[in-house]
């Protein structure tokens, strides 16, 4: 048999197979049509059901549970997201929506979601605790990445001696790891900036400070050192808006500002182009960019807070719309809750409580850490983070933050329920 007439039988072979595939997928077709419409709706809504239901987070808890605040998860928050305001801070994204790797490619974050951008600055404006105005946006998988973006940009060149990297004690717990965990040349972790010597550093400003909630400024003066400021908790239910701040960096969360932590999204304010330049081409090395998505929720997020305020004005009765009023007062029934259990157990102290002219609330109120650096004064305690393990609440030990095993941090943001079967037990303890 010749090559050619194989050929042809294998082309006859070929129309054949293609003419049969086509008459099954018109048979399948047309049973769709008639008899699976109904099939197809029930998929539909089975598949819209899925598309919203929501994860499981952290199980509830009961009075026998172990109690674990060690994290600063912001759970607290979604009490206020379940009222009347969740509605106005739904979204919806069309499934063509957000394809492109790009947002605005004029802008120098090219990334950056415009309407994201818009509402950083508005909320800047309304809050009055940064100028926003005059300042690159940055936006990062939460504040963390822009924190490790800044170290890329403030450090020497590769072929210098890594640059010095501290914070005054007692400093965020996840400064050392982070900062070293690249082990990059370019810096390196130095620890406590009170005990630091030397001209060049990069100072880590973190106010109100994580752990203690006490309100820093940079320690270090050089002329040839550089500071990043993590602003993280500077805001209206924390802590007393003093003043406008206006430094060269400056690092804000969503998780903390409005409770949404598992949005991921953080940003920066930068003041000086080529740093804003060095730090976007970090990020778009290390993630091509931010998720769309994750920044067209938090923009709703925070256009719904903003929008908030400018419906209902601050000093009218209610806060079911006004999230910084209402977190305030949460975190001062919390406050109140914790001081009088301390009181109650006699064996624990805390820091003394702060007050201060708040620009945004008008009048003079309490600070309202979201953590307590709470002290242990028993004798023959010497780590309170086993002591309180032992008891089935779980933090994280001083010597985390530089300081002595006798303190440790605890979350103040958690759920409802959580906080109350602590401040029980903690009452109970002598």
Not at 330 to 343: D, E, Y
Not at 377 to 400: A, M, N
Request: glycine fraction near 8%; charged fraction near 20%.
């Amino acid at each position: 048999m010749g090559r050619d007439h194989v050929v042809a039988i294998a082309g006859r072979i070929g129309v054949v197979a293609s003419v049969a595939l086509n008459l099954a997928a018109l048979a399948f077709y047309l049973h769709g049509r008639i008899f699976g419409a109904g099939e197809k709706e029930a998929g539909k809504k089975m598949k819209k059901a899925a598309a919203v239901a929501p994860s499981s987070g952290k199980p509830p808890v009961s009075p026998d549970s172990t109690i674990n605040l060690d994290h600063g998860d912001p759970t607290m928050f979604e009490a206020f997201w379940r009222g009347t305001m969740g509605e106005h801070a739904t979204l919806v994204i069309p499934g063509w929506q957000t394809m492109s790797y790009f947002s605005d490619v004029g802008n120098l974050c090219w990334f950056l979601e415009p309407g994201f951008e818009r509402e950083v600055r508005r909320l800047h404006r309304l809050v009055g605790n940064a100028a926003a105005e005059g300042y690159h946006v940055l936006v990062g998988t939460g504040s963390m990445q822009l924190f490790q973006a800044a170290l890329y940009a403030l450090s020497p060149p590769a072929d210098a001696a890594p640059i010095s990297v501290v914070s005054p004690v007692p400093f965020y717990s996840s400064y050392p790891a982070v900062t070293d965990f690249l082990k990059s040349g370019r810096y390196r972790w130095a620890g406590d900036a009170n005990t630091f010597e030397g001209d060049e550093y990069i100072e880590l400003v973190c106010s109100p400070s994580n752990p203690d909630g006490g309100i820093r400024e940079a320690v270090l003066k050089s002329k040839s050192g550089k500071a990043i400021h993590d602003l993280a908790y500077y805001w209206p239910q924390y802590t007393p808006i003093t003043h406008m701040l206006a430094h060269d960096i400056m690092l804000f969360t969503v998780s903390k500002c409005t409770g949404h932590a598992g949005t991921r999204i953080g940003w920066a304010l930068v003041k000086d182009r080529e740093v804003a330049k060095k730090m976007n081409m970090f990020l778009e090395l290390n993630t091509i960019g931010v998720s769309k998505d994750s920044q067209l929720r938090a923009a709703k997020v925070l256009e719904a807070v903003a929008d908030g305020y400018e419906r209902q004005p601050a000093d009218a009765t209610g806060d079911a719309s006004l999230l910084f009023h209402y977190a305030r007062r949460q975190m001062m029934c919390r406050w109140r809750a914790l001081r009088a259990a301390v009181a109650a157990s006699g064996i624990f102290s805390l820091p003394d409580e702060v007050a201060g002219f708040c620009t945004f609330a008008k009048n003079t109120v309490s600070a309202n850490p979201a953590f307590a650096w709470l002290r242990c004064d028993k004798e023959g305690v010497e780590d309170l983070e086993v002591f309180l393990r032992q008891h089935k609440i779980i933090t994280r030990s001083g010597t985390r933050f530089g300081a002595d095993p006798k303190v440790v941090r605890i979350s103040m943001v958690d759920t409802d329920e959580a906080f109350g079967i602590f401040v029980d037990r903690l009452a109970a303890m002598k």
